[in-house]
């Protein structure tokens, strides 16, 4: 007989339990979780329990403070004991680039609420009596973090879950998943079978495997990962024995390990440089709970480093090493959310540190599920954030580079090398050449910036401004006063063709949509609630087909999105066609003399307004799309051709703006521009946290316009926002410092908001920043400051777009 249920959970560790409790405390109690053997049974039973606040991240940061609020209580709540040990935890700070890291970081952590404060060595030494900081400068002390038995925590959420309703079953290994006629999910256990409305899987070291059974790619591969238990130290011993409390854990991430209290003796973590992968073809058969044997030789330079660090471990016996394998994603962050092209199918897989997680990723995907959005923004988490690169050998590449950085300087500039480069226009290669320095957006090299030299000068690794400053600055002018090329390639871009293609667009986006062939908008997709959901650029070439473009970094997600929105009964059809097109931005006031030597169409304001497409030729490359469009600010057209005839229209760019001071441009330079016109972010600005209305972008919604997904949201929204965006000036000239994303926005003591964007506007010869105000800071003129690196700077709420706010600067 088949079990009907609401959502079935697949895997009982602690973050498929963590779900299927947080779905019963939100009321869906008709859930039951699947368990292969038993709980905890993967690498949850095996795991060392920390639980660090700290994470540079925001949303990563709010997912562990929930987890910490969560286990702090759930003993009182379960009636059973989680070993949860709040000791706290101590960062050491040796040189003055990680002292950068944890002033950065103190910034949002002030806002979002968590209790950390920098502390002086002196003062850490009284934390930790037993260690040597002779050379520490200072150290970053969270109160608040501890540890934690892992699988006492996980039964005590699991006596919750039951207790409120949720069903576990134990050995009931999910065989096959498919989706019937009705739209259901259909397990298959040996057991039984199980239909399911949602499908969650949490299946650790097993995530490729399972979404194999559904034809899905899961980017997450298993690393080796050993730590060291000691028997009992004397001075451990005597320490506890005086009755002294438990020293926090100790992170030397310098030496790249941490070290906690185990009872009398200490646990010893670190994280080789050199990781190896596990089970990339899939974990083996009949394989349980086992351990494996201890790599002695990669644990040698970490026991030297304890040494120097504590020296009463030279005394210590080893009690055992455990080495087992984690989970692990291409960026080290998880995979939570919907699984992509997949309705009602749910991924919470690759937890790098599941403990510290399971709390906080059990909560918001449990909201995303019941009510249809979570509670924060997702999105640096949300498993459609990897495009089609991310493939097994990417993945297992990607894997080991994360993992062995873990405890190195999280630069802002810093670009990782591995499994690189990856998709490339065909004009990589002449680029390089011209001085290209590299980034990556979505699996795609993208030019961050030119070296003029053509050297390719690596950028200086800081938290403060870079050696790149004055090359950027020289691109930002090229745009501004002459004119500059950007390789935009990477852009996401789908055609929508069929008698339906008007009317299924004028649904799934809020704009209206262009009434004449050869017109282009800017358009929006809102979730159910009249939130933000994704941007786009919409061209119509005929009545039934419009070519439509989005970032890079967002393709998967933007193209799930678009098709969920499409019936089964819409006669149009969506195509993604960004591997057979390419894409130029040539910008700046002798743009259009530029192009005219080219293109076979003219160009002046009566017959190419700002926002028209025409389709025509440059040079003898045919079909290409002339859109009047850039993200600059200024005059300027996209060319959208077709692949085949990048290296032809390149050419053709070159030699004729080699008089006009044509000059490459990356993304960084852009960034600056953009900023200088208070043009919006998608995931920085734009996320699922607001309304159009409150971004400022009311007037992409179209006056009288109803019917599109989120329009009643919007209708009873509209007038009572409490927040707005805003253009800040600040003043840190002085400092050696810019505006970033991520930095605390004051007004007198009190922590307001954070930075949406930042830099320096290098045309306008100001500091620049945005933030999302509270409404009653958020008026011209308001006097507030920007928390850069643990310091104070004056800053002033100014009009949006201070570079041409008439915007006549595009219509020329």
């Not at 996980?154 to 576990?168: E, H, L, P, S, V």
């Not at 019937?180 to 899987?201: C, K, Q, R, Y």
């Not at 580079?401 to 802002?412: A, L, M, N, V, W």
């Not at 020289?474 to 002459?482: K, Q, T, V």
Request: aromatic letters at 8%; proline letters at 5%; a negative charge.
């Amino acid at each position: 007989m088949v079990k009907q249920v609401r959502v079935a959970v697949i895997g009982g560790g602690v973050v498929g339990v963590s779900v299927l409790y947080h779905l019963a405390r939100l009321g869906w109690t008709d859930c039951c979780l699947l368990e292969r053997t038993q709980l905890t049974a993967g690498s949850t039973w095996h795991a060392a329990g920390l639980l660090p606040l700290y994470y540079p991240n925001q949303t990563m940061s709010l997912i562990n403070k929930h987890s910490m609020q969560l286990y702090a209580r759930l003993q009182a709540e379960t009636g059973q004991p989680s070993g949860f040990h709040q000791c706290g935890q101590l960062r050491l700070a040796t040189d003055h680039d990680r002292l950068d890291e944890y002033r950065a970081y103190l910034s949002f952590a002030r806002y979002l609420g968590i209790d950390c404060a920098l502390i002086t060595r002196e003062e850490a030494q009284k934390l930790w009596p037993l260690a040597d900081l002779g050379d520490v400068i200072a150290a970053l002390y969270h109160p608040g973090d501890g540890h934690i038995a892992p699988a006492d925590l996980t039964q005590a959420m699991a006596t919750g879950a039951r207790g409120m309703g949720a069903k576990i079953h134990l050995n009931t290994e999910a065989t096959a998943i498919s989706r019937t006629a009705s739209g259901e999910w259909l397990i298959s256990t040996p057991n039984g079978d199980f239909l399911a409305e949602h499908v969650v899987t949490a299946t650790g070291n097993y995530a490729r495997q399972t979404g194999a059974m559904v034809g899905l790619n899961v980017p997450s591969i298993p690393v080796m990962h050993q730590y060291v238990v000691t028997e009992t130290i004397k001075e451990f011993a005597d320490h506890n024995r005086a009755g002294r409390p438990e020293m926090p854990v100790l992170r030397d991430d310098k030496s790249r390990f941490y070290l906690r209290q185990e009872n009398d003796g200490l646990i010893l973590g670190p994280y080789e440089p050199n990781p190896k992968s596990w089970a990339i073809n899939g974990v083996p058969p009949g394989f349980g709970a086992e351990l494996m044997t201890p790599d002695y030789d990669s644990l040698e330079p970490f026991i030297e480093g304890t040494l120097r660090r504590v020296s009463s471990f030279a005394a210590a016996g080893i009690r055992t090493v455990v080495n087992g394998p984690i989970a692990h994603t291409p960026d080290a962050f998880p995979l939570v959310g919907p699984a992509p092209g997949l309705q009602n199918y749910w991924l919470a897989e690759g937890m790098v540190a599941g403990i510290c997680y399971g709390g906080g990723v059990g909560r918001y995907l449990a909201e995303w599920i019941t009510e249809g959005a979570p509670t924060i923004d997702m999105w640096p988490v949300d498993p459609r954030r990897f495009n089609g690169h991310a493939g097994k050998n990417h993945t297992r590449l990607k894997n080991e580079e994360t993992y062995g950085h873990i405890f190195d300087i999280h630069y802002p500039n810093l670009e990782m090398p591995a499994a690189r480069p990856g998709k490339t226009s065909p004009c990589y290669d002449r680029l390089t050449r011209a001085g290209a320095v590299w980034g990556v957006a979505g699996g795609w090299e993208r030019a961050r910036w030119f070296d003029a030299e053509g050297n390719r000068t690596p950028e200086t690794l800081t938290f403060r401004r870079s050696n790149a400053f004055e090359a950027i600055g020289a691109e930002c002018r090229a745009i501004r006063n002459a004119v500059g090329l950007i390789d935009f390639t990477s852009f996401a871009k789908w055609e929508v063709s069929g008698a339906g293609a008007m009317a299924f667009l004028d649904r799934a986006l809020a704009n209206a949509m262009p009434k004449r062939d050869g017109r282009v908008t800017l358009a929006h997709a809102l979730d159910e609630n009249g939130r933000f959901c994704a941007e786009f650029t919409v061209a119509r070439l005929a009545e039934d087909r419009f070519y439509i473009c989005g970032p890079a970094f967002s393709e998967v997600h933007d193209d799930h999105v678009l098709r969920s929105r499409l019936r089964p009964a819409d006669a149009a059809t969506l195509t993604n066609v960004s591997m057979g097109w390419g894409c130029f931005t040539v910008a700046g006031p002798k743009s259009r003399e530029l192009l005219s030597r080219i293109v076979d169409a003219p160009l002046e304001n009566d017959s190419f307004k700002w926002f028209d497409l025409h389709e025509g030729e440059v040079g003898w490359a045919t079909d290409v799309r002339l859109m009047r469009v850039n993200y600059c600010g200024e005059l300027g057209w996209e060319l959208h051709h077709p692949i085949a005839f990048q290296h032809h229209i390149l050419d053709q760019l070159e030699q004729a703006g080699a008089d006009l001071g044509l000059r490459h441009v990356g993304m960084r330079a852009l960034d600056s521009l953009r900023i200088e016109k208070s043009y919006r972010a998608v995931a920085q600005e734009l996320t699922t946290q607001n309304t159009l209305h409150e971004l400022g972008l009311g007037r992409f919604i179209a006056t009288g316009k109803t019917g599109f997904i989120g329009a009643q949201a919007v209708a009873e929204r509209v007038g009572k926002e409490s927040v707005k965006l805003v253009t800040l000036e600040v003043d840190c000239e002085a400092g050696g410092v810019e505006p970033a994303m991520n930095q605390a926005v004051r007004c007198g003591d009190k922590v307001i908001a954070l930075t949406t964007s930042g830099a320096y506007g290098h045309f306008l010869g100001k500091h620049l920043a945005m933030a999302i105000l509270p409404l009653d800071h958020a008026a011209e003129g308001t006097r507030l400051s920007v928390e850069i690196l643990d310091e104070r700077y004056d800053a002033v709420v100014i009009a949006d777009s201070p570079h041409d706010p008439g915007n006549l600067r595009p219509r020329a």
